[in-house]
């Protein structure tokens, strides 16, 4: 199946910053991505859905000023956390591609907020 | 609207049997898939199966097959033979229908599987 990356891996910030998310495809061109949320324990939460060359388009009850994505390429999709707080602490996960019979996922990056 | 529900929170397994993961799912729209990931400690989400609505034969692949019952709105997923490794957290997911594009998934609350020896 295609690739998708991520990074960081890990991120672990002080309250108030900003951190910064990449997901890249690896070996297939994705004008549409997604972005989930877990929490420990639960399952995934579509935030977003990030459009390349448009505005991303945000689930009910999540944040667009606090969540910036950008997708400026076919290939890139940033997620932007703004003024973290320790309830923005989670597993992110990004996917895209695949049709309609599957869509590859990132390996997620885990947020944590102090 | 579109909706997933697992309810199983855990399951129990012994090694070398088979086991029924549980999904039933509600949807207005005609076509759609169905999906089940499963998600290891690691956290990655690793494709296991996919049943279109409009499939007439149940998805196999491998160890895992899809009882697909489209009257019953279910969608269980057979895993034959269990192994060890298949130890982990297992989504049911849906994606409705539309032409052209990519559709997003919605998923389950999950079903962690223990496989014991």
């Known amino acids: 199946g295609a690739v998708v990356s991520q990074h960081p891996s890990r991120v672990i910030c002080k309250s108030g910053t900003s951190v910064k998310i990449e997901c890249r495809s690896l070996?297939?061109?994705?004008?549409?991505m997604f972005w989930y949320r877990q929490f420990p324990k639960q399952s995934l939460m579509l935030m977003a859905t990030s459009n390349e060359g448009s505005k991303a388009t945000y689930e009910q009850g999540v944040e667009k000023d606090k969540f910036l994505i950008n997708h400026a390429s076919l290939t890139l999709s940033t997620l932007t956390v703004t003024s973290a707080h320790p309830e923005d602490s989670s597993f992110y996960i990004c996917?895209?591609?695949?049709?309609?019979?599957?869509?590859?996922f990132g390996p997620g990056t885990r947020l944590t907020v102090l | 609207a579109q909706k997933i529900t697992q309810t199983q929170p855990g399951m129990f397994v012994q090694e070398k049997e088979a086991v029924t993961l549980d999904c039933t799912y509600d949807t207005s729209d005609q076509s759609y898939g169905l999906f089940w990931y499963k998600q290891p400690s690691s956290g990655e989400m690793i494709f296991l199966i996919y049943q279109g609505s409009y499939d007439e034969q149940n998805a196999t692949e491998g160890r895992y097959s899809l009882n697909f019952q489209k009257a019953r709105k279910s969608a269980n997923l057979v895993i034959s033979a269990s192994q060890l490794g298949d130890s982990a957290m297992y989504f049911c997911a849906m994606r409705e229908g539309r032409s052209g594009g990519y559709n997003k998934l919605i998923f389950g609350a999950g079903t962690r599987l223990a496989v014991h020896p």
């Open positions: 996917s895209g591609g695949g049709g309609f019979d599957e869509q590859f």
């Open positions: 070996d297939f061109q994705a004008t549409t």
